[in-house]
Nanobody, 118 residues
């Protein structure tokens, strides 16, 4: 059974920072590329950041330079450090694995809500 548990969300003022964590089980974590997605009400989910099993990273243009994705294979965790937050970053953030290309698994966690106030 695949489980993805996100944590770390909360309310923060614009310009502030938050760190998100995701713990995965039911997959061979170290062999999978991992990614963070976000979805705001009424909007399609978007890929925010990605880190390969080898440690290479990719970021959406909207967060590049502000967010950092990292992973700890010993803890089966992927982290998203978010700095210089903007109100438009407000969304529910989800993690997932990319087993094939940029396609996520069919299993999703509950996500963690990030609210950025102005």
């Amino acid at each position: 059974q695949v489980q993805l548990v996100e944590s770390g969300g909360g309310l923060v003022q614009a310009g502030g920072s938050l760190g998100l964590s995701c713990t995965a089980s039911g997959i061979t974590f170290s062999r999978n590329d991992m990614a963070w997605y976000r979805q705001a009400p009424g909007n399609q989910g978007e890929l925010v950041a990605r880190i390969t099993s080898g440690g290479s990273t990719n970021y959406a243009d909207s967060v590049k330079g502000r967010f950092t994705i990292s992973r700890d294979n010993t803890k089966n965790t992927v982290h998203l450090q978010m700095n210089s937050l903007k109100p438009e970053d407000t969304a529910v953030y989800f993690c997932n694995a990319h087993k094939t290309g940029f396609v996520p698994m069919d299993f999703w966690g509950e996500g963690t809500l990030v609210t950025v106030s102005s």
